[in-house]
């Protein structure tokens, strides 16, 4: 017998992998399946980014690199930056990764000790409460309120802030909600942070995808940058999912730990996907637009749709390509509706305990699939409904 560590029972999982799995073994037995569960843009990565990545494979691109990435790459999300935050970050303080999770992963492993305190949103990406209790740090939940528009109160997320608080994470666009910060409540933020010994992760992956407003990062206030970290990458703006490269952007004095980690665990990240990367910033952006261009189409008619049935409410998200509706009057708990609804209707989702104890009531759904998918997952979730 295997005898596990035993921080491996503090380990949780991202539920949507799992619901993704049980609706394909559905689908080999000649099921049809409406994916909304999946957070992956149903578009495909642009011919000019995949010919780049098979330009680098031709040329070369297939051995290790810097831990912390190659500097071309890191010069050009430099670049980037400049025209979504006001702050200019130097390009030494860039470091590559494997996707958007490591900069979580590294990020807490290098920060939080145990009993170490990290505020975190609560319905939220599930990886944060996982990786805070894995490094053995406590997880203090704020919770998005759904009167707020899913946003969450600033004066109740500064009575939690104690002497043990080491990293509040913000994220926005949020995921699951699709809410989003504005530099009034940034600023509140970035004012009640500003003289504390605590360093902020702004979790920022969804920052293309906004349908009202414009982009507001706390890095913005520079009273606060030095002790920010910033996550973003390649997977959603540039449907690049499987291509599994994202990026940090660190305060100086933390880039050579958290490059450390990188070389203790997987040396760097794919130098072929890197190329690519380049040419995803360097090269046209008319994909993007076009993308978040329709995902917004596709929210109106997914909002529309659910607010016409009877027993759910569906706020209408900001950002991101999620919507969270609220399904408490239909008399069943948010996980038996979703699994009944796979099993009965064909239609995956995630039930809004996946993104913690405050998603009671509720299921996300993705809106990264076409509109005909759609309207048919929104007549099938009306009859199930009407069957309840």
């Known amino acids: 017998m295997i005898n596990l560590a035993n921080r491996m029972e503090r380990l949780g999982t991202e539920t949507a992998f799992e619901v993704l799995a049980k609706?394909?073994?559905?689908?080999?037995?000649?099921?049809?399946?409406?994916?909304?569960?999946?957070?992956?843009?149903?578009?495909?990565?642009?011919?000019?980014?995949?010919?780049?990545?098979?330009?680098?494979?031709?040329?070369?691109?297939?051995?290790?690199?810097?831990?912390?990435?190659?500097?071309?790459?890191?010069?050009?999300?430099?670049?980037?930056?400049?025209?979504?935050?006001?702050?200019e970050f130097d390009n030494d303080q860039v470091i590559i990764t494997s996707g958007g999770k490591p900069i979580m992963f590294y990020t807490i492993l290098a920060l939080i000790n145990p009993g170490d305190e990290v505020l975190y949103p609560n319905p939220g990406f599930p990886i944060y409460e996982s990786m805070i209790n894995f490094a053995g740090g406590k997880a203090i939940p704020f919770k998005l309120e759904e009167h707020l528009d899913y946003k969450f109160d600033i004066e109740k997320l500064e009575s939690l802030i104690s002497s043990k608080t080491k990293l509040v994470i913000l994220n926005s666009p949020n995921n699951p909600c699709g809410s989003i910060i504005n530099s009034k409540e940034m600023a509140r933020i970035a004012n009640i942070l500003e003289d504390k010994d605590i360093t902020v992760l702004s979790d920022e992956i969804y920052s293309?995808?906004?349908?009202?407003?414009?982009?507001?990062?706390?890095?913005?206030?520079?009273?606060?940058?030095?002790?920010?970290?910033?996550?973003?990458?390649?997977?959603?703006?540039?449907?690049?999912?499987?291509?599994?490269?994202?990026?940090?952007?660190?305060?100086?004095?933390?880039?050579?730990?958290?490059?450390?980690?990188?070389?203790?665990?997987?040396?760097?990240?794919?130098?072929?996907?890197?190329?690519?990367?380049?040419?995803?910033?360097?090269?046209?952006?008319?994909?993007?637009?076009?993308?978040?261009?329709?995902?917004?189409?596709?929210?109106?008619?997914?909002?529309?749709?659910?607010?016409?049935?009877?027993?759910?409410?569906?706020?209408n998200p900001s950002g991101a390509f999620y919507v969270f509706p609220n399904i408490t009057n239909t008399g069943i708990s948010s996980e038996e509706f979703a699994n009944r609804l796979l099993e009965e209707n064909g239609v995956a989702t995630l039930s809004g305990e996946s993104f913690g104890k405050e998603g009671s009531g509720y299921i996300r759904l993705s809106f990264a699939n076409s509109k005909d998918n759609i309207t048919e997952a929104l007549n099938r979730i009306e009859s199930f409904v009407n069957k309840l």
């Open 23 to 87: 609706a394909k073994k559905l689908e080999e037995k000649g099921r049809n399946i409406i994916h909304l569960e999946i957070g992956e843009p149903d578009f495909n990565t642009p011919a000019h980014i995949i010919d780049a990545g098979k330009a680098a494979l031709d040329t070369g691109y297939t051995k290790y690199n810097p831990s912390g990435g190659y500097n071309e790459l890191k010069k050009e999300i430099q670049k980037y930056s400049k025209t979504v935050r006001s702050v």
């Open 208 to 315: 293309q995808f906004l349908y009202e407003g414009s982009h507001e990062s706390i890095s913005n206030y520079k009273n606060i940058s030095d002790k920010t970290i910033i996550l973003d990458g390649f997977s959603k703006s540039y449907s690049m999912t499987g291509w599994r490269i994202g990026y940090g952007i660190f305060p100086k004095e933390l880039v050579e730990p958290i490059t450390k980690l990188i070389t203790n665990s997987n040396s760097c990240t794919a130098s072929f996907t890197q190329i690519a990367a380049i040419e995803a910033l360097k090269g046209s952006q008319e994909s993007v637009s076009k993308m978040v261009s329709e995902f917004k189409v596709r929210r109106n008619l997914i909002v529309d749709g659910l607010n016409n049935i009877k027993n759910i409410n569906c706020p």
